[in-house]
C-alpha cells in the first residue's frame, strides 16, 4: 500500500487555478454546456480475459444493486458472475488476477480484493447447491465440442444456455484438461473441480469421455452430425529443452506428462536431485509438486525409476509418507528469477517450500552416464545486466542431478486433426474465434496462444456467441473494442418495466421528455475504459484491503495436500466490496446533489431507480458550472449537453 497516497488532493499547494471561482463558475454558466451521464469501463473488467462484469457484482454487493426479490445478495452476485464464467470458486483461486493489476484503486491505496471476492461468492454457491436451470427453449442445432478443459467447458456452458445441443469429445476418461491434470490440487482442488464441473453438466450437456477426435473419431464425421464444432484441444504437447543429449536420456521428461503422473497417483516419489528448467506457472507446479513427492528412503527399484512411472510404462505403488524423506528439488532458470513469468505469490511459494533457485543459468547440454541416464545439466552464467542474455566464457558447469523435467512451453496435439495446425503447433483464428479459412469450426483457449484459465474461459464465451449466429444463419457482428460482459442501461429497464418505447420515426428535436429514448445518458463502455486521472478518487479515504490469509505449507511438506488460500468472512466481502470506487458508473454518493449551487440536481424518484439512473438534472436550473462533475468520484458525469 502506499502511504503517501494517504495525502491525495485534486489540487497542490500553493495552486491557484482555482482562485476566482466566480469566473470559472459563472462565466461558464454561459458555456451551455450541462451534464449528461457517460457509461464508461472499469480497468478490472476491461483487462479481465473472461470479461467480467467486475463492478456489477461490487455494486450487488454493496446494494446498489438490487437482488431479485427473495434473493441473498450472495445469489444474486454469483449470477452476475456466471454471466462470464461457470467456475468462480476455482478461478478465485488461481486465476491471477489481471484486473486487480488494472483496478484503479490501486492508484488511492490498493486494489480491491477482486479474486478473493469471485472466491468467496464461488464457494458459497457451492455450499448452497446453486443449480444452473436448464434452458426454456431447445433450437434444436447440434454443436461439437471437442476438449473438455475450461476452454471447451465454457463454449458447452454459454451454447447449452442459448438452447443448443451441446456434445463434448474429450480424449481422457475426465473432464477438466490443465485444471484436473495439469494444475497441482495444493492450488486447484479437486473435489471443486468435480463440483463446478458436475454444476454445469446438468444443464444437459452430454459428454463422450475417452474419445480422442482425430483417432476415435473423425473430424468428417463430426462435420457430418454437427452442425458447428469448437476445438478447445488446448497445448499437451510440452516443448523439450534444445540441448544436446536431452532426446537421448529417459530422464529428461516433459513437464506435463511429469504433473499428470503426480495429479493421477501413479508417481509416489523421486529418487534424487530434480531439477525443474522454466520460470513459468508451469515449473512453479512442477517444483511445487516435487517436494510434496519427496525422495524415497532405502534401496531404489530400477524397475520403479519416476521417468518410467511418467511415460506410463509403470505405476507406484501407493507408498506412505514415512517411507519419503525430502526432496532436493532446483529450479533452473536462465534469466534472473524475479523476471520470471510466474506469479509472485506462486514464486514465494516454492521459496518457502524448500525449493533452490538457480538463475541466469542457461541450458548447455545433458551430459549422460554409462547407463544412458543424465547424470548432470551442464549451464553456462548468463549476464542479463544490458537485458539481452549474454554468457559468459568460460563458466560452464555441471549439476548432478537424477531426473529433468522441462516446462519450457507446449504446443498442441493434432493427431488426425492435421488440417488444423497453423504449422506453428497451434491453430489460428479470426475475429470471430473462427478458424481461419474454415467455416463452422470454431476455437479457443491454449489452443490458440497458451495463456490462462481466464482466458480460456473468455474465448469460450467469445467462440459461442459466434457459434450462435452462424447456426442460426445470422451475421457475426464485429466484437466491440472493449469485449466484455458490458451493463447495459436499456436491458436493465427492461428487467424493471421500464424500457424505452419502440422509437416512432417522427422527427424530434431537444426532447427531454419522449419515452423512446435513454435521456442524457451516452454509453461508451464499448470502446472507452476509463482511467483514475479521469475520476475524483479524492473521494475515497484511504482504506486498508482485506487480504486472504495463506495456510504456510513451508519446508516439510512431502505428502501434504492442503491448499494454499483461504477464503474471506462474509463480513470481510462486504467491507471489501465497498472498497470499489464504481469507476464509470454512478455510485449513489449524492456528491452532485449535495454540492450543485444551483439545486439543479435532484434525485429519481424511488420507484424508478435503476443503476446508473439514480440523479437527474433540471436544465431550466443548471447554469453549467460543472461543480457537479468536479465532485463525481466515479467519472460518470460529463460536461457534453448544450453547445
Ligand atoms: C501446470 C500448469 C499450471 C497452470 N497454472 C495456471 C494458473 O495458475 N492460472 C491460470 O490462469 N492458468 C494456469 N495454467 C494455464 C491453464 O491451465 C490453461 O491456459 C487452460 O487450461 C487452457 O484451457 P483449454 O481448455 O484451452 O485447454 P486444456 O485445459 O489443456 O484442455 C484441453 C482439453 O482438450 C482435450 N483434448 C485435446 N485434444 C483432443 C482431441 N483431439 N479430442 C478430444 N479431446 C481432446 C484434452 O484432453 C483436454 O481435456 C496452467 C497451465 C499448466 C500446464
Ligand atoms: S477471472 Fe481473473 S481477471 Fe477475471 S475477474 Fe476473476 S480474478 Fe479477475
Ligand atoms: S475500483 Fe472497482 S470498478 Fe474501479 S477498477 Fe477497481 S474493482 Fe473495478
Given at each position: ?78 449470477w ?9 470458486a ?29 472466491h468467496y ?38 451454447l ?46 452430454e ?20 452442425d ?37 497417483g ?123 542474455m ?124 419522449a ?7 451516452a454509453?461508451?463502455?464499448?470502446v ?46 462486504l ?13 449513489e ?25 439514480y ?14 462533475k ?12 448544450g453547445?
Amino acid at each position: 500500500m502506499n502511504e503517501t497516497a494517504l495525502t491525495y488532493r485534486r489540487f497542490k499547494q500553493g495552486d491557484h487555478r482555482y482562485d476566482d471561482l466566480t469566473d470559472l463558475i459563472f462565466k461558464a454558466g454561459k458555456s451551455g454546456k450541462c451534464p449528461t451521464y457517460l457509461h464508461r469501463t472499469p480497468p478490472c473488467q476491461g483487462a479481465c480475459p473472461s470479461g467480467h462484469d467486475v463492478r456489477g457484482w461490487m455494486n450487488i454487493i454493496r446494494g446498489i444493486e438490487k437482488p431479485a426479490a427473495g434473493q441473498s445478495w450472495q445469489e444474486a452476485a454469483f449470477w452476475k458472475i456466471a454471466e462470464a464464467s461457470p467456475f468462480p470458486a476455482l478461478m478465485g483461486r488461481t486465476c491471477p488476477a489481471l484486473c486487480e493489476t488494472k483496478c484503479n484503486r490501486n492508484d488511492v491505496d490498493d486494489h480491491v480484493g477482486i479474486n478473493s471476492i469471485e472466491h468467496y461468492v464461488g464457494d458459497w454457491a457451492l455450499a448452497k447447491g446453486l443449480k444452473f436451470p436448464k434452458p426454456a427453449k431447445e433450437t434444436g442445432k447440434k454443436v461439437a465440442v471437442v476438449g473438455g478443459g475450461p476452454a471447451g467447458l465454457s463454449c458447452a456452458y454459454q451454447l447449452r444456455k442459448r438452447g443448443h445441443t451441446t456434445v463434448v469429445f474429450e480424449a481422457n476418461a475426465q473432464l477438466g484438461g490443465m485444471l484436473r491434470y495439469g494444475l497441482s490440487a495444493h492450488r486447484c482442488p479437486r473435489d471443486l473441480v468435480d463440483a463446478e464441473i458436475g454444476r454445469l453438466l446438468e444443464m444437459g450437456i452430454e459428454v463422450r469421455a475417452n474419445t480422442r477426435v482425430g483417432k476415435d473419431v473423425t473430424l468428417e464425421a463430426l462435420e457430418t452430425e454437427f452442425d458447428a464444432i469448437f476445438w478447445g484441444i488446448g497445448a499437451w504437447s510440452g516443448n523439450p529443452v534444445p540441448v544436446p543429449g536431452w532426446d537421448k536420456a529417459a530422464n529428461c521428461v516433459d513437464g506435463l506428462a511429469y504433473l499428470r503422473a503426480y495429479n493421477e497417483g501413479r508417481l509416489q516419489y523421486l529418487t534424487g536431485r530434480t531439477l525443474i528448467i522454466g520460470g513459468g506457472n508451469t515449473a512453479m507446479d512442477c517444483a511445487g509438486v516435487s517436494r510434496r513427492l519427496g525422495q524415497v528412503k532405502g534401496k531404489i527399484d530400477p524397475k520403479l525409476l519416476p521417468e518410467r512411472v511418467v511415460a506410463g510404462e509403470v505405476e507406484h505403488p501407493e507408498t506412505p509418507v514415512s517411507a519419503r524423506g525430502a526432496a532436493d528439488v532446483w529450479i533452473v532458470y536462465r534469466r534472473p528469477f524475479a523476471a520470471a513469468p510466474a506469479d509472485q505469490h506462486e514464486k514465494d511459494a516454492v521459496i518457502d517450500e524448500g525449493v533452490e533457485i538457480h538463475e541466469s543459468l542457461a541450458p548447455v547440454e545433458v551430459i549422460l552416464g554409462a547407463d544412458g541416464r543424465a547424470k548432470a545439466f551442464k549451464v553456462i552464467k548468463a549476464d542479463w545486466s544490458t537485458g539481452k542474455m549474454v554468457t559468459i566464457p568460460g563458466s560452464e558447469f555441471e549439476i548432478e542431478c537424477d531426473l529433468i523435467v522441462a516446462a519450457t512451453g507446449q504446443s498442441s496435439i493434432f493427431t488426425g486433426i492435421e488440417a488444423l495446425d497453423n504449422g506453428k503447433g497451434l491453430v489460428t483464428a479470426d475475429g470471430f474465434y473462427q478458424v481461419a479459412g474454415k467455416p463452422g469450426h470454431f476455437v479457443g483457449g491454449d489452443a490458440i496462444y497458451p495463456d490462462l484459465l481466464t482466458t480460456a474461459v473468455g474465448h469460450g464465451w467469445k467462440a459461442a456467441e459466434g457459434i450462435d449466429k452462424y447456426v442460426r444463419s445470422l451475421d457475426m457482428d464485429k466484437r466491440a473494442k472493449v469485449d466484455a460482459h458490458r451493463f447495459d442501461m436499456e436491458k436493465d429497464l427492461s428487467e424493471r418495466g421500464q424500457a424505452p418505447t419502440a422509437y416512432d420515426h417522427v422527427p424530434t428535436r431537444a426532447t427531454d421528455a419522449a419515452a423512446f429514448a435513454i435521456h442524457n445518458y451516452a454509453d461508451r463502455s464499448d470502446v472507452e475504459v476509463i482511467s483514475s486521472s479521469q475520476m475524483f478518487v479524492g473521494h475515497f479515504p484511504m482504506t486498508p484491503r482485506f487480504v486472504r490469509t495463506v495456510n504456510k505449507i513451508g519446508a516439510d511438506c512431502v505428502g501434504d495436500r492442503r491448499t494454499r488460500l483461504n477464503a474471506l468472512t462474509e463480513e470481510q466481502v462486504l467491507a471489501e466490496a465497498k472498497r470499489c470506487m464504481s469507476c464509470g458508473l454512478c455510485l449513489e454518493c449524492d456528491n452532485c446533489v449535495i454540492y450543485c449551487p444551483q439545486k439543479a440536481v435532484f434525485r429519481v424518484a424511488k420507484e424508478k431507480r435503476t443503476p446508473g439512473r439514480y440523479v437527474e438534472t433540471d436544465y431550466d436550473k443548471c447554469i453549467g458550472c460543472h461543480i457537479c462533475k468536479d465532485v463525481c468520484p466515479t467519472g460518470y458525469i460529463h460536461m457534453g449537453l448544450g453547445k
